[in-house]
């Protein structure tokens, strides 16, 4: 059996000498002292590792399964789930309004890291609850506020959103669901939805769907889509339960992992929703929640990747496997352990450097998006928004492709499902696909993003990373490989904007190897940042010279060994569209 432990003395190190929150003048900040931070990372990380880590084998054997159109969750998730809310671990960053704990987004991030590590499928049940109250809490009248936040804070009710049906996708505007206004003022919402996680479950006694649809009439295409609330039970206005909805479970899909998770077929028919936002602009209301769950993703290829790696160092340490060709390393028995190797530890530095350098990245991403709600700093939503396809496309690729060389560690053994490693590959790998499947992330970044409010947030990325750069020149081994990477993605940008107004097909052609060369200054300027509190610590005369040396060969390896790829994805992206177009597509 696989297993767990919350890397909370890494967390620690970044958020009290990296970010520094204690010392940020962010509102709440202050509050994130070190004991308080390590207390609940303390707590969260107990509640990963023995309660939902043994669950995710279980889950993962035995699935969901539809009953008379009730859904059976795995053994244990009702009362692991429970304990989740019971511990009021949903909230930890919503308005105490509303029952929150009102904590910023980055400690959130934090405890949410712990959790889609340990169980991915039993934690996406709360994770779209708090993306469905987000978009409430933005998007809703005070009514609405009142009525539903409560319960979905402390996760009594759970959330979905329901964007996709049987034939559109990424292109809502052919959706065909339909909402018909009734006397009450109220409307009847008709149609499909498809790949709807937590549609249907026995673990919350009302499910609370955010659902798009199009009002006769309206606007053609996208323009003409309204985000409604639509619940599995009607709530009374005493906030009492009323009658069951118009809607169903029609099907569980069978899917290649998290199947924990039930993703469900769900039918709508005639069922009360109520308008959520304004109407025919229904995708402003449910971008609050798609970008939220954009960074959440972000997190899951992060977390199975941790992890799958954790896993991966416990297997190489104790499989002993041929003998270290500079000398014996283990006298005593019939060969060497598996980590003596080179070619291992090459696998395992990938992955630890990706992993510590990717949790640095989100977490100052949420610090990004405290700025943002927190001291309505525009620069900062702006940057966090120009960041967030990177967040999902980048990890997410690279964390499925770290679980891959994880499982690879094992050999054969990685293959058989008793070890508990392909899960971790087969649950990464949705990641990659849903909430915008990353070739669409990629096109994001280069069409929309990259131009967005005249660049100025482009610009921004690289004045900090040139700052870093003019002010640190003591950190030659991380500031030289920076400056490298970073007139790469510039030199990218240009080629885009000398070439993609002559043929969008230029820019469009290179947009995924954009997005993983950004995704890899993003980590070069994390592993800087960390190298100099690293350093700092050090000549302070830190007592823990391990932890901090450890972290300064990491970071340097990731400067060596993985920051260079810029080069590669520069070299692909100069080359322009006329290889990628050349064929017609009857060749194909």
């Known amino acids: 059996m696989t297993s767990y432990i919350a890397p909370t003395k890494d967390q620690q190190f970044l958020l009290q000498e990296v970010l520094k929150v204690s010392a940020s003048d962010i509102p709440g900040y202050a509050e994130l002292d070190p004991d308080f931070t390590a207390a609940v990372l303390g707590e969260s990380g107990r509640l990963a590792s023995e309660v939902m880590a043994p669950l995710n084998a279980v889950g993962d054997k035995e699935g969901c399964s539809l009953e008379n159109g009730v859904v059976r969750t795995p053994t244990g998730f009702k009362k692991a789930f429970d304990q989740l809310k019971e511990g009021g671990w949903a909230g930890v960053d919503m308005p105490e309004q509303y029952g929150g704990q009102n904590m910023p987004a980055v400690m959130g991030s934090a405890v949410n890291e712990h959790f889609l590590a340990a169980n991915q499928a039993l934690s996406m049940y709360h994770g779209l609850t708090h993306g469905a109250a987000s978009a409430i809490l933005a998007h809703g009248t005070e009514a609405q506020k009142d009525t539903y936040l409560p319960n979905l804070v402390s996760c009594e009710w759970t959330g979905t959103m329901n964007l996709t049906e049987p034939h559109c996708g990424t292109d809502l505007g052919l959706m065909r669901t339909k909402a018909e206004v009734n006397k009450n003022g109220s409307f009847a919402v008709t149609g499909q939805k498809i790949f709807i996680s937590s549609g249907e479950h026995d673990m919350a006694e009302n499910i609370i769907h955010l659902v798009l649809a199009k009002i006769p009439g309206g606007p053609d295409g996208i323009k003409g889509v309204t985000l409604f609330i639509v619940p599995k039970f009607l709530v009374n206005e005493d906030g009492s339960l009323g009658v069951r909805n118009n809607l169903s479970c029609g099907a569980i899909e069978e899917k290649m992992g998290i199947h924990g998770n039930s993703t469900c077929v769900m039918n709508y028919d005639g069922a009360t929703g109520y308008v959520l936002g304004e109407t025919h602009k229904g ?160 096109l994001d970044l280069v069409g929309r993003k990259l131009g967005q409010d005249g660049g100025k947030h482009a610009i921004a990325f690289f004045e900090i990373v040139k700052d870093f750069c003019k002010n640190n020149p003591e950190l030659p081994e991380f500031v030289e490989p920076l400056k490298q990477a970073s007139k790469d993605l510039q030199a990218a940008m240009m080629y885009f904007m000398q070439n993609g107004i002559k043929d969008p097909n230029n820019a469009l052609a290179g947009s995924n190897d954009f997005m993983h060369m950004f995704g890899h200054v993003c980590l070069g300027l994390m592993w800087a940042q960390m190298a100099k509190a690293a350093q700092s610590a050090l000549d302070n005369g830190t007592a823990d010279t391990e932890f901090y040396e450890t972290k300064l060969g990491t970071g340097r390896y990731y400067m060596a060994r993985q920051l260079p790829a810029t080069g590669l994805h520069l070299a692909r992206i100069t080359s322009g569209a006329k290889s990628v177009m050349e064929l017609d597509a009857s060749a194909f």
């Open 283 to 442: 995708m402003r209301a449910m971008f609050t929640m798609m970008n939220e769950a954009r960074l959440g993703v972000g997190m899951q290829g992060l977390g199975q990747a941790s992890i799958a790696y954790q896993n991966a160092v416990i297997y190489a340490k104790d499989r002993l496997q041929g003998r270290d060709v500079t000398g014996i390393k283990n006298p005593d028995g019939p060969a060497d352990p598996l980590i003596v190797h080179p070619d291992i530890r090459r696998s395992l530095m990938d992955q630890k450097s990706f992993i510590e350098g990717a949790r640095a990245f989100i977490l100052w991403g949420s610090s990004l998006f405290d700025q943002s709600q927190r001291q309505g700093d525009t620069n900062a939503d702006g940057l966090l928004s120009l960041l967030t396809p990177v967040v999902k496309g980048f990890l997410t690729d690279q964390g499925y492709a770290m679980t891959v060389q994880a499982q690879q560690v094992y050999g054969g053994h990685g293959y058989i499902e008793e070890w508990g490693m392909s899960q971790f590959t087969r649950d990464a790998r949705i990641a990659m696909i849903y909430e915008g499947a990353n070739g669409v992330q990629a």
